[in-house]
């Protein structure tokens, strides 16, 4: 991401294809961003070597597949005829179904007034048949640069105006209106591949995209009128141009690489989260200590990138405590609960993963994927596989299931975080109001649950799916695309319940600090109250002061689920036997009699002044909410986005309900307030957009870099 941002943020740099250089942080560029592409000098003469070879080749009349045969189960047949071949490969293979043209449709109408003409223009339609059925902009950027890159290397005997015909087709903003489905990945995508082929022929029949510049909207107009606007001439194929167009891997390693730009970003996402939900449990940096991935014969590399950066990541903290020693005397876990505590272990394993895929999609972007090949070295056509996109699959089924694995563990933290039995002191549902009559985060636990499911479900693999096809001829063929396309749906959920999780982590830290605020607040009339009533009775009023503090946090934490005013009262109630207890060591006889109205009034007071400075420090603080003093270095910058730039604001009041002693009280009490009623969705959808728009990576990736070390980022 931070080279990614480097690369479309340089005024006039481009893309260089040679054949051998593409990363991901430039497919990125080109697909997402619009960054120009340029050919490298060195490649055309290659590309002349190579088509010229091929023409040798002919004129000697050997027999080459796809050239002058047929394809496929079809290879036993013979031609001459090798130009109309490639237009019938060409043809033929324009077979996926996309939307119909509005102006079609109506044309096929026999009568307006007939049955199948009121069904069509009575409809209520289900869903955008031009996104449901079309692949995306993006996914077709990505799949014209790598398809130029693999056929830069010369191997494929096309000639130079092919690889002109593509490169103008990213330079002018033309994107072929390609079929979501119908690729198996085997001879390469064929489908989908075709339909680029389609486009540079100028093919009225077949329909692409087009915009004036990166910004203006786009237009879907025939391919031929497509080329006309842009002066771009329409490609007459060669021998064997169309078969080294649709026979390699390009579609399924655009959208790849693609898929594994954004699970490096939520990977990395992941980690920031964690580091904020050890801050908003109050959990310890204990667990990310480095000795523990280097507690083996080899350190184990990913666990020990995770848990450097999670405690980088919470440099400065005042939530998360060094080691749980530190909260020995107070009778909690004396270790985080495994959400927090193995996540190391549980993560690390998945960035190394993370690696293998990036190695093998990038490989795969760099690659001759056609068949047959030139081997110009040696004047000899090879016939073989290279068209077979396997180590595709393999990346998208493993960066699913790394997805799986991640969203497991984020669903588990906010699970916890939500849940009053296990976050450590925080208000049932993360939620501000009494806990009676308002559950803010009640339907976020829920949704979080079904996103994780249905990821669950997507991390089954593709390639146990494969069915032979063509003739029998394939009968190996490795989904990718299929494959590809599942990863992409698996990622957006796990966006949306990262959006979610982040939602609550905001909250939370809100209400950690809010917290801490409110006992800084009632300490010293705590304090006074309990020397001032209580003290004549102990020997020891300081000793008895600081049990009933302790004991106090203890307690106002297990009645968190009870309304304020009867919070306040259990809670001073339950410190009475501690005030009895001290009173019968101090043997102090001659005051046992005044001892029960004193701690009578004692009790009085503490709940009342307790509940007035609870209600004031909540005005004071949702006033003007700010946890960022006690924050670490990762919640803070992410926090102040989202709060700031995002606008998603601290949670205070869902309801407005009247005061006790308003006249209107009950025919007012429950009334929908329409104004202030928070909308949830929005704000974790506004934080989903920033997510899937790139914009949160930029603090994001600022954490990471300020981590200090060669890691992902040098990937991404």
């Known amino acids: 991401m931070l080279r990614l941002i480097r690369s479309i943020d340089v005024e006039g740099d481009k893309v260089v294809v040679d054949g051998a250089s593409l990363d991901v942080a430039t497919v990125v560029a080109v697909a997402r961003y619009g960054s120009s592409v340029v050919v490298d000098d060195r490649v055309f003469p290659r590309l002349e070597k190579g088509s010229q070879f091929l023409e040798d080749c002919l004129t000697e009349g050997r027999c080459i597949y796809g050239v002058t045969t047929g394809f496929g189960g079809s290879a036993?047949?013979?031609?001459?005829?090798?130009?109309?071949?490639?237009?019938?490969?060409?043809?033929?293979?324009?077979?996926?179904?996309?939307?119909?043209?509005?102006k079609t449709r109506s044309n096929s109408q026999a009568s307006s007034s007939s049955p199948s003409a009121v069904l069509r223009t009575k409809a209520i339609q289900e869903e955008d048949s031009m996104a449901a059925n079309t692949m995306s902009e993006s996914w077709v950027r990505a799949t014209l640069l790598i398809r130029c890159n693999s056929l830069a290397t010369g191997h494929?005997?096309?000639?130079?105006?092919?690889?002109?015909g593509l490169v103008e087709l990213l330079q002018s903003n033309i994107t072929p209106a390609i079929p979501l489905r119908g690729s198996i990945s085997a001879s390469g995508d064929l489908i989908p591949l075709s339909y680029i082929a389609g486009t540079l022929q100028g093919n009225h029949n077949l329909q692409a995209w087009i915009r004036k510049?990166?910004?203006?909207?786009?237009?879907?107009?025939?391919?031929?009128?497509?080329?006309?606007?842009?002066?771009?001439?329409?490609?007459?194929?060669?021998?064997?141009?169309?078969?080294?167009?649709?026979?390699?891997?390009?579609?399924?390693?655009?959208?790849?690489?693609?898929?594994?730009?954004?699970?490096?970003?939520?990977?990395?996402?992941?980690?920031?989260?964690?580091?904020?939900?050890?801050?908003?449990?109050?959990?310890?940096?204990?667990?990310?200590?480095?000795?523990?991935?280097?507690?083996?014969?080899?350190?184990?590399?990913?666990?020990?990138?995770?848990?450097?950066?999670?405690?980088?990541?919470?440099?400065?903290?005042?939530?998360?405590?060094?080691?749980?020693?530190?909260?020995?005397g107070r009778k909690s876990l004396r270790q985080d609960r495994y959400s927090i505590r193995t996540s190391p272990q549980w993560?690390?394993?998945?960035?190394?993963?993370?690696?293998?895929?990036?190695?093998?999609?990038?490989?795969?972007?760099?690659?001759?994927?056609?068949?047959?090949?030139?081997?110009?070295?040696?004047?000899?056509?090879?016939?073989?596989?290279?068209?077979?996109?396997?180590?595709?699959?393999?990346?998208?089924?493993?960066?699913?299931?790394?997805?799986?694995?991640?969203?497991?563990?984020?669903?588990?933290?906010?699970?916890?975080?939500?849940?009053?039995?296990?976050?450590?002191?925080?208000?049932?549902?993360?939620?501000?109001?009494?806990?009676?009559?308002?559950?803010?985060?009640?339907?976020?636990?829920?949704?979080?649950?079904?996103?994780?499911?249905?990821l669950a479900f997507l991390a089954n693999p593709v390639a146990s799916h494969v069915q032979t096809a063509e003739m029998g001829n394939q009968g190996l063929n490795s989904l990718a695309l299929v494959s590809a396309r599942y990863t992409h749906t698996?990622?957006?959920?796990?966006?949306?319940?990262?959006?979610?999780?982040?939602?609550?982590?905001?909250?939370?830290?809100?209400?950690?600090?809010?917290?801490?605020?409110?006992?800084?607040?009632?300490?010293?009339?705590?304090?006074?109250?309990?020397?001032?009533?209580?003290?004549?009775?102990?020997?020891n009023p300081d000793v008895l002061f600081k049990s009933l503090w302790l004991r106090f946090e203890q307690e106002l934490g297990r009645n968190l689920i009870l309304?304020?005013?009867?919070?306040?009262?259990?809670?001073?109630?339950?410190?009475?036997?501690?005030?009895?207890?001290?009173?019968?060591?101090?043997?102090?006889?001659?005051?046992?009699?005044?001892?029960?109205?004193?701690?009578?009034?004692?009790?009085?007071?503490?709940?009342?002044?307790?509940?007035?400075?609870?209600?004031?420090?909540?005005?004071?603080?949702?006033?003007?909410?700010?946890?960022?003093?006690?924050?670490?270095?990762?919640?803070?910058?992410?926090?102040?986005?989202?709060?700031?730039h995002l606008q998603v604001p601290f949670q205070p009041v869902q309801y407005k309900t009247s005061k006790p002693t308003d006249p209107d009280a009950s025919s007012s009490e429950g009334q929908f307030d329409n104004e202030h009623v928070p909308a949830i969705g929005s704000y974790i959808s506004t934080i989903y957009s920033s997510i899937r728009d790139g914009s949160l990576y930029v603090p994001v990736m600022e954490c990471l870099r300020e981590a200090g070390h060669e890691g992902l980022q040098c990937k991404l």
């Not at 950690?512 to 109250?529: A, D, G, K, Y």
């Open 76 to 102: 036993d047949t013979r031609t001459n005829e090798v130009k109309r071949l490639q237009n019938s490969l060409i043809s033929f293979l324009n077979c996926g179904i996309l939307p119909v043209p509005e």
């Open 156 to 164: 494929s005997g096309i000639r130079p105006a092919l690889m002109v």
């Open 563 to 644: 309304d304020s005013q009867d919070r306040f009262c259990v809670t001073i109630e339950n410190l009475q036997p501690t005030v009895l207890s001290f009173a019968r060591s101090s043997d102090s006889g001659d005051h046992r009699e005044s001892l029960l109205p004193a701690l009578r009034q004692w009790a009085q007071q503490c709940s009342k002044f307790s509940l007035e400075v609870f209600r004031e420090t909540c005005d004071e603080y949702c006033a003007h909410p700010d946890p960022t003093y006690f924050l670490g270095a990762a919640s803070k910058s992410v926090y102040q986005f989202v709060r700031g």
């Open 347 to 454: 993560v690390g394993p998945q960035l190394e993963n993370l690696m293998l895929a990036h190695t093998q999609v990038t490989v795969e972007c760099n690659s001759t994927t056609d068949n047959p090949v030139m081997n110009l070295v040696e004047r000899k056509i090879v016939h073989g596989g290279n068209f077979q996109a396997m180590s595709i699959t393999s990346a998208m089924e493993s960066v699913r299931a790394v997805t799986q694995i991640l969203g497991r563990m984020l669903f588990s933290q906010c699970t916890e975080l939500i849940m009053p039995a296990l976050n450590n002191g925080l208000p049932p549902n993360l939620d501000l109001n009494e806990p009676s009559r308002s559950f803010l985060m009640k339907g976020v636990d829920i949704s979080t649950a079904a996103l994780q499911s249905e």
């Open 213 to 328: 510049d990166g910004g203006s909207p786009r237009q879907l107009i025939p391919a031929d009128k497509a080329l006309q606007q842009s002066k771009i001439a329409p490609l007459q194929l060669g021998p064997k141009e169309g078969l080294s167009m649709v026979n390699g891997t390009a579609v399924s390693a655009g959208v790849g690489v693609l898929a594994l730009h954004d699970a490096h970003c939520l990977a990395v996402l992941a980690q920031v989260l964690t580091a904020m939900g050890v801050e908003g449990l109050k959990g310890s940096i204990e667990s990310f200590d480095p000795f523990l991935a280097a507690a083996a014969a080899t350190t184990r590399k990913g666990q020990a990138e995770f848990s450097h950066n999670v405690r980088s990541f919470l440099k400065g903290t005042k939530l998360a405590s060094h080691n749980r020693d530190e909260l020995a």
């Open 490 to 539: 698996a990622l957006d959920l796990l966006s949306q319940l990262a959006a979610a999780y982040l939602f609550a982590l905001c909250q939370a830290l809100d209400l950690r600090v809010l917290q801490i605020r409110f006992l800084e607040n009632l300490e010293p009339s705590f304090e006074t109250c309990t020397l001032d009533l209580l003290g004549p009775f102990v020997k």
